[in-house]
């Protein structure tokens, strides 16, 4: 059973840091693209960041680069989103979610995740101001 499992999410002021883990089961992440995506109350769901698992590559949101990075550890079979300088209106659940190969920016950030087969339960993050 394919399952991805979000954790790290939580409370932090504006300029904090959190990190958030997902942690893929079922299948293994070296063949896939991990994305990371976010919700907040009465918006749309929003592409944050995406890697290829394959080769490496990464994809990020414009309001989230330079600030956001993902990485991937294959052993683990867990993708990480590090997260600096938050701002307020940040505040969403995040959510992972695997696509089976490799993907770009637009099936990233621009589509939202709307290819993306498997997703996690989420993890709530509110950033204070």
């Known amino acids: 059973e394919v399952q991805l499992v979000e954790s790290g999410g939580g409370l932090v002021q504006a300029g904090g840091s959190l990190r958030l883990s997902c942690a893929a089961s079922?299948?293994?992440?070296?063949?896939?693209?991990i994305g990371w995506f976010r919700q907040a109350p009465g918006k749309e769901r929003e592409g944050v960041s995406c890697?290829?698992?394959?080769?490496?590559?990464?994809y990020y949101g414009a309001s989230v680069k330079g600030r956001f990075t993902v990485s991937s550890d294959n052993a683990e079979n867990t993708v990480f989103l590090e997260m600096n300088n938050l701002k307020p209106e940040e505040t969403a659940v995040y959510y992972c979610?695997?696509?089976?190969?490799?993907?770009?920016?637009?099936?990233?950030?621009?589509?939202?995740?709307?290819?993306?087969?498997?997703w996690g339960q989420g993890t709530q993050v509110t950033v204070s101001s």
């Open positions: 890697i290829s698992i394959n080769d490496g590559s990464t």
């Open positions: 079922g299948f293994t992440v070296d063949d896939y693209a």
């Open positions: 979610a695997a696509y089976e190969g490799v993907v770009n920016s637009e099936l990233c950030v621009t589509l939202g995740g709307a290819d993306f087969g498997s």
